[in-house]
């Protein structure tokens, strides 16, 4: 094996936070690592059980779009052999498929000299993805909130939110596509209206610094979590017992089956201890809001 030319790494993320669905995003302080050397044939070797079922070709995402950049860009992407360590649950809301996204994008911008911007890559991503959320966030860290459409991406990036928060992991994972198919078609207007301001202003809050507000937005969504907390076990619970102990808010993680609960900055181990000793079918992380994004780090 030869000295890795290249280290990414990427924040792990939670999105939606409640009423900013497919439109919210804060990246967190779990990371993704990858080492890059040139090869002769492409090879996604990844370091721990967890991941050890993904692809190891061609196929692995990482590997796509470390192509599919450099397609974009004119350019050839050589083969590498991609070694990956990762600290983020798989298939738990925390956006994973948009790290490997993020890593892929930071990878090749560097490896094959593309002169990419932020904008850029978070164009690419959205278009990989499909969605803007988890990987803007991932590729620019902070908090963002942004819309795609049609190859367009408009992003508010709020660089340095400083806040704590809880993952809540239960063992099983639970697929993107299991969650949204609980989704309506439709929501009476009056819905759409109300859960349009709880966005509004939890953005206006989280740009002010003002979590308490924000976490008090995050709980008045109804464009998703009504349907999908059916899955969660304990949902109401964990938000009023989450409450009584002091966080701001708490919110379905991505798509499930994660739960996301925002707490001060400094409070989160403590929360963290007390929601482990109540809600025994989850696994606390304690973590903080990551301000950087996806970055080459000194190998």
Request: charged share 20%; with cysteine.
């Amino acid at each position: 094996m030869g000295r890795p030319t290249l280290a990414i790494r990427v924040p792990a993320t939670t999105a939606n936070l409640g009423p900013g669905f497919d439109c919210a995003a804060l990246a967190l302080t779990l990371y993704m690592e990858v080492e890059v050397e040139k090869a002769d044939a492409w090879e996604v070797v990844y370091e721990g059980e967890e991941y050890s079922g993904l692809a190891g070709g061609e196929e692995n995402l990482i590997v796509r779009t470390m192509q599919e950049t450099a397609r974009q860009c004119g350019a050839e992407a050589a083969p590498c052999r991609l070694t990956v360590r990762s600290d983020i649950p798989l298939g738990k809301g925390l956006g994973s498929s948009a790290t490997a996204v993020a890593a892929g994008i930071e990878a090749a911008d560097h490896l094959y000299v593309l002169g990419l911007s932020v904008e850029e890559k978070a164009r690419i991503g959205s278009g990989i993805e499909g969605h803007a959320d988890n990987v803007v966030a991932a590729i620019m860290g902070g908090a963002v909130f942004s819309r795609y459409r049609d190859g367009e991406l408009e992003t508010v990036h709020i660089p340095h939110p400083h806040v704590g928060a809880v993952i809540l992991v239960p063992d099983r994972p639970l697929a993107t596509e299991e969650s949204r198919g609980l989704l309506p078609d439709t929501l009476r207007h009056a819905d759409a209206v109300c859960g349009s301001a709880a966005n509004g202003v939890m953005a206006a809050a989280i740009a002010v610094n003002d979590w308490e507000l924000a976490g008090r937005m995050m709980e008045r969504d109804v464009f998703h979590e009504p349907y999908r907390t059916r899955l969660f076990p304990d949902f109401d619970q964990i938000r009023c017992f989450a409450r009584e102990a002091g966080a701001y808010g708490t919110a379905v993680s991505g798509a499930g089956p994660s739960v996301f609960v925002l707490t001060g900055a400094g409070s989160e181990n403590v929360i963290a201890e007390r929601l482990a000793g109540k809600f025994l079918s989850y696994r606390p992380i304690a973590v903080r809001a990551s301000s950087t994004g996806a970055a080459a780090v000194t190998v």
